[in-house]
């Protein structure tokens, strides 16, 4: 299909720079607003309480062994320290830096809410979000030069799926309601439609890309998965689920190894060599509720599932046939709210997640906060909660940049970056 021009209007989005302030209270200093709870131990079912864990945060400092993380390198190399311990020491380290966390920047760009959400691969700074509305801003809030605002065609043009291109980061790769999956670039070109629907009842909710194997995988809203190189030509179109294909996720060590996960309740795993029909999945892993997401973690060694109710789920890829991990969370689906989807921190072991409290929920209590949670992806522990008084709204989309240092987050209409309090004020 032939390039054609998409609209592009210069929209001015609303930029806060956060300075420090009284009121950007620690979530220790918010202690007195939360009841705290307990967190029960791993048992025979592998199940943790993912309840508040204020009083247990106090007890988090990092070992004398690793407060240097230069002494750590050196033991390491000095054949005085494992490669896994030197890694628990980083990530403890760095668990004693959230406390430091706080919003330094928000933007408000959309007249409808944020839906999709994208790291550049090369650029700590700069991040792409997509809207219901179809519009996409790139963000570099490192400089103070205007974001990059893509106007979409409003209703019906919601951005379901946002990549960067790997090939070339000047460009990107989007699925929507609109009916397409195609490559754009920030001018507002479209460079290439890979995927179409002739009818407004079908439209694309997911996308992948593979930099290593060339190819494009897209989901849709009956079950339809599509696979294609990144020419554009179809190497396969099956309906692999009954419903909604809500994410596709290619194994970043593997990827030949898909996830698709759907609203009938279940993630299949696929050997893309071996495909031949709906029926040639390698494993089916069935869960209690819809499912919004399956994301392999960095080293694809592991498998975090996200349902629309009150569950994440960790699966390890040697042993799919295992009970999995199973961590109580409250993030229930509504309508009008961006589906929450946990994440993988980049460097380390560590869960990523919006808290949306119900009050059927096991472990709810009184007053509970609309935090970002943090987890322990081996133990299902919670680590940490971030939470800015001034930003109490559901934290639908959280996601760590490459570098794993800075968090950015979507809440309703809003973007919302996180960084350490001395960082953030120099940035």
Not at 159 to 176: V, W, Y
Not at 334 to 360: C, E, M, S
Not at 395 to 412: H, K, Q, R, W
Request: one cysteine or more.
């Amino acid at each position: 299909m032939a390039p054609r021009k998409r609209p592009e209007t210069q929209k001015t989005p609303e930029v806060v720079v956060r300075p420090k302030s009284k009121r950007n209270r620690s979530p220790r200093e918010l202690e007195p607003e939360a009841k705290k709870l307990c967190v029960k131990g791993p048992g025979s079912s592998r199940r943790f309480d993912s309840g508040c864990l204020w009083a247990g945060l106090a007890s988090l400092r990092v070992s004398a062994s690793c407060s240097s993380i230069v002494r750590a390198l050196h033991q390491h190399k000095l054949g005085r320290a494992t490669w896994p311990s030197l890694q628990q020491g980083l990530q403890q380290s760095f668990l004693h830096s959230l406390a430091s966390y706080r919003i330094f920047q928000k933007a408000a760009p959309f007249d409808r809410r944020a839906t999709s959400l994208a790291w550049h691969p090369a650029h700590p700074s700069t991040v792409a979000v997509g809207s219901k509305g179809g519009d996409i801003m790139l963000w570099n809030f490192g400089i103070k030069d205007k974001p990059t605002f893509i106007k979409g065609i409003g209703a019906g043009g919601s951005i379901t799926g946002l990549k960067f291109n790997p090939l070339n980061t000047n460009q990107f790769f989007t699925s929507s309601m609109e009916g397409t999956t195609r490559l754009q670039d920030f001018k507002g070109n479209t460079l290439r439609v890979f995927a179409t629907s002739d009818t407004c009842n079908i439209w694309f909710c997911s996308l992948d890309v593979s930099v290593k194997s060339r190819v494009v995988v897209t989901g849709d809203n009956v079950g339809h998965v599509i696979l294609l190189n990144m020419d554009g030509r179809e190497l396969w179109n099956l309906r692999m689920h009954k419903k909604k294909v809500t994410h596709v996720a290619l194994n970043p060590c593997c990827d030949w190894f898909l996830a698709t996960a759907s609203v009938d309740q279940t993630v299949k795993i696929w050997d893309l060599r071996q495909v031949r029909g709906k029926s040639s999945f390698l494993y089916s892993l069935p869960h209690r509720h819809p499912v919004n997401a399956a994301h392999f973690s960095p080293d694809g060694a592991q498998l975090l599932t996200t349902d629309q109710k009150s569950e994440i789920r960790v699966y390890s890829a040697s042993q799919w046939d295992c009970p999995p991990s199973l961590i109580p969370h409250p993030h229930r689906h509504f309508q009008h709210l961006t589906p929450i989807k946990a994440t993988w921190h980049p460097r380390y072991n560590l869960i990523v997640v919006g808290r949306y409290p119900d009050p059927n929920f096991k472990s709810c209590t009184p007053h509970e906060l609309r935090t970002i949670d943090v987890f322990d992806g081996s133990s299902g522990k919670m680590m940490y909660q971030l939470y800015d008084p001034e930003s109490s709204g559901i934290m639908s989309l959280n996601e760590f940049n490459p570098m794993g240092d800075t968090l950015a987050s979507v809440m309703g209409y809003h973007i919302l970056i996180w960084s350490q309090e001395e960082t953030g004020m120099r940035k």
